[in-house]
């Protein structure tokens, strides 16, 4: 049998079951595979990954691994990356955009409700998530590992909170988007961006109460859903303030 030591670094200890976390972890194996397949074998999803680093030199994914290498992983948070290391992947899109599972539907809510561009249906299967993922460089957002690991997926982050409020924070943090947050910009069931409309416009399609008492509304450019500042909106604000608090 060969032999490699893996040292994984920072969350992508994560995956690991509790006597393999930072610490050396000698695999064994029979047939010579890539690296990308090993590192998924002991239970980590390649978008996880950042670098790879092979008896002091840099690698990407299709390295094949030998009898006695030494490896260290890293994952993309910047605290523990060694900046000479090369990436396994292109540099990330500079517009961060989402696709969603389909059990991260408050989580979907809230990124569209910061403003964030988030597609989410209850029907898209694990191919359709992937190929999404793929051909708009989306961000996959998931909890399900398999899903991740998926090849068609580069770009691609594991929820570690399972509270949606929690998951919303985790998100921001993950993707540096504090500063980009713009709430009230999105419609939160299609996903379409909002623009001001007219009372007159759309004042047949108003309660009677709301003709009288309000002055604002916005319409989606999607689904033509109308928005104004209702007795939902406090709570809303609420939630947005909350989550800002969090990065201060
Ligand atoms: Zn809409």
Redesign the pocket.
């Known amino acids: 049998m060969a032999k490699a030591t893996f040292h994984f670094y920072g969350e992508l200890n994560d995956f690991l079951p509790a006597n393999k976390r930072q610490v050396e972890i000698e695999h064994f194996f029979g047939e010579k595979g890539s690296i990308k397949d090993m590192i998924e074998s002991l239970g980590i999803p390649h978008p996880e990954v950042d670098c790879i680093e092979v008896n002091g030199a840099s690698v990407d994914f299709s390295y094949i691994v030998q009898d006695g290498d030494v490896i260290n992983v890293y994952p993309i948070s910047a605290a523990t990356k060694t900046p000479i290391l090369s990436l396994v992947r292109p540099q990330p899109p500079k517009v961060i955009r989402f696709v969603l599972d389909i059990h991260l539907g408050k989580l979907a809510s809230s990124l569209r409700l910061l403003g964030f561009d988030t597609l989410y249906r209850n029907d898209y299967d694990d191919a359709e998530l992937a190929a999404i993922s793929s051909t708009q460089m989306r961000i996959l957002l998931t909890r399900d590992k398999g899903l991740l690991m998926r090849s068609a997926v580069t770009y691609g982050y594991y929820v570690r909170n399972t509270d949606p409020q929690q998951q919303i924070v985790e998100v921001l943090r993950r993707f540096n988007l504090f500063k980009l947050v713009s709430p009230f910009a999105r ?1 939160l ?2 996903n ?1 961006l909002l623009k001001p409309v007219t009372k007159q416009a759309i004042i047949d399609k108003l309660p009677e109460n709301i003709q009288r008492d309000v002055k604002e509304f916005h319409c ?1 450019q ?2 033509a ?1 109308i928005y104004w500042k209702g007795s939902h909106y406090e709570k809303l604000q609420q939630f947005i303030d909350g989550v800002l608090d969090c990065n201060r």
Request: proline share 0%; net charge positive; hydrophobic share 0%.
């Open positions: 419609c069931r299609c379409g989606c999607g689904c859903q």
